[in-house]
């Protein structure tokens, strides 16, 4: 039964409308899967090394224990955001005698070989293999390895019971910040406590027996769990749900741009795709830490407009990038109403740009830095403001692709066409290549005059550029009807 279900997996995945119009989007993430499994196979086969020439009074494996709780922690995060859970089309075989039981197990099965877990792999057992080979005693290498994957799959089964929890989710976060800061301000040797735990796993390889029983105690949580709602009638029956109304009064003051600013407010809040572009305010304000703290890039001014334009326009770029596909399931019905298109598109225009300001304001304390990062950033939000906004809107004219929002947004490529991946050229690309090359030519300070100067030519020119947008959108509007129709 098992190889049946397997047989009718394969043939779902490989005849969807998804696989057949997506081949190329396939083909790339393919390619990006085998640089990762490279990368971490790498970083495996020559991790021992590395930590023995960067710490050369320490014990690799002691290094590297002592870093595990982050890693885990680290994992949890990134499951949540990107891993999605199995499905399958369970409603025909419940008329069936086909055991509910078998059901069950087959979807859990099916997480446990998740190329989630077996990313990990290729740094484990590669540095486990070197750890051997530089003569570590192997019981207390395999007992440490089979920990490894045993907390793996504990972490998959985990994220089972914590995905649609968001609580749990901004806990892990939490614990995640407060670890670091205990370890930050030697408080606490957290990381190190816990490595002391899996040093122990290596010196009594029969402690890797506590991860199994863990591991037991997940996967019957989850079957149970599961079990539980594995019956037709659970299908079929209705669901009704309470949606707390949030009190959006503040955006009368855009007076006929409220009713469409309060409609995408409650479209980013009720959905879990659109609720994506929300956690992306974050992500941008925080995207510039990454950088910033390596002295490498001090003197590395093109990085400043990286980090500028996409710390600014974190929310541009995520939301901006599928309009209107974030309105696709009611796009007929939107375009039968007695609106202005103009109105339609201002309203996005002006939810894009508050984004920006915001995210700037916020990261003025990026000047402990140095000025010039906070001049670079200045620049960078009136060159989203001015260009990019505008180039991202008309980009949108070309959108043909529904979007669920009911899905999760991590690794959902679903309303992703050529225009999501082109788009980044104008985007980030032409103002890190114009502003290396002028303060290459010429200097740092006229490198920032020049985008100003794009920029704010672009809002002096903002009624005649939305002019040619909306008319563009237009002249593509029962296109979009036509497409946001078709299922994919």
């Known amino acids: 039964m098992i190889a049946h279900f397997v ?60 870093f595990l709780l982050y890693a885990f922690l680290g994992d949890l995060i990134f499951r949540y955001m990107m891993q999605k859970l199995p499905v399958m089309n369970i409603k025909p075989m419940l008329l069936l005698p086909i055991s509910k039981n ?30 051997i080979r530089e003569g570590y005693d192997t019981s207390g290498v395999l007992g440490w390895l089979f920990s490894m994957i045993l907390l793996t ?43 002391q735990g899996f040093d122990g796993v290596y010196e009594n390889p029969i402690y890797a027996l506590i991860f199994v029983v863990l591991l037991v105690l997940l996967y019957q949580t989850n079957y149970k769990q599961l079990r539980n709602e594995v019956y037709l009638d659970a299908i079929i029956s209705e669901k009704s749900k309470e949606v707390a109304a949030a009190d959006l009064s503040f955006a009368d003051r855009f007076g006929d741009l409220a009713p469409f600013i309060k409609n995408d407010l409650r479209l980013m809040m009720r959905n879990k795709r659109t609720k994506s572009s929300i956690w992306m305010l974050v992500v941008g ?30 929310f541009l770029m995520n939301f901006g990038q599928f309009i209107p596909a974030w309105d696709s399931s009611y796009y007929k019905m939107l375009m039968s109403q007695n609106i202005k298109y103009e109105r339609y598109l201002k309203s996005k225009f002006m939810i894009m740009t508050i984004s920006i300001v915001l995210l700037f304001v916020l990261g003025i304390p990026y000047v402990y830095f ?23 809107m008309y980009g949108g004219s070309f959108n043909r692709k529904k979007i ?9 490529y679903q309303g992703t066409g050529a225009v999501q991946w082109l788009i980044g050229i104008p985007l980030m690309l032409f103002p890190m290549a114009l502003f290396g090359l002028i303060s290459w030519l010429v200097n740092f300070e006229t490198a920032v005059i020049t985008l100003l100067i794009l920029g704010f030519a672009g809002i002096a ?24 129709n078709q299922e994919n």
């Open 461 to 484: 020119f903002h009624k005649q550029l939305m002019l040619l947008i909306t008319k563009k959108y237009q002249e593509s509007k029962y296109k979009m009807i036509h497409a946001f």
């Open 370 to 392: 140095g000025w010039k990062i906070l001049a670079v950033h200045f620049a960078a939000m009136i060159y989203n403001i001015g260009v990019n906004t505008h180039v991202i």
């Open 7 to 66: 047989n009718l997996e394969w043939k779902q995945y490989f005849r969807s409308s998804y696989w057949q119009k997506s081949i190329f989007l396939n083909i790339l993430l393919g390619f990006f899967a085998l640089y990762f499994m490279a990368t971490f196979l790498i970083i495996g086969i020559g991790g021992y090394f590395i930590l023995k020439e960067q710490f050369p009074t320490q014990d690799p494996l002691v290094v590297v224990n002592s």
């Open 153 to 195: 799959q504990c972490a998959n089964f985990f994220n089972f019971l914590i995905n649609k929890n968001n609580q749990v989710f901004v806990g892990l976060i939490a614990l995640l910040i407060v670890g670091y800061l205990i370890h930050y301000f030697e408080i606490f040797n957290l990381s190190g406590f816990v490595g």
């Open 102 to 131: 078998k059901i069950v197990h087959f979807l859990l099965i099916k997480s446990a070989i998740s190329f989630f877990n077996t990313f990990a792999l290729f740094f484990y057992i590669p540095f486990a293999v070197v750890l």
């Open 285 to 314: 304000l925080l995207y510039g830490l990454i950088f910033y703290t390596q002295p490498i890039y001090a003197d590395m001014e093109v990085i400043f407009v990286l980090v500028g334009i996409f710390s600014t326009g974190a």
């Open 404 to 412: 669920n929002l009911d899905e999760k947004a991590a690794f959902n």
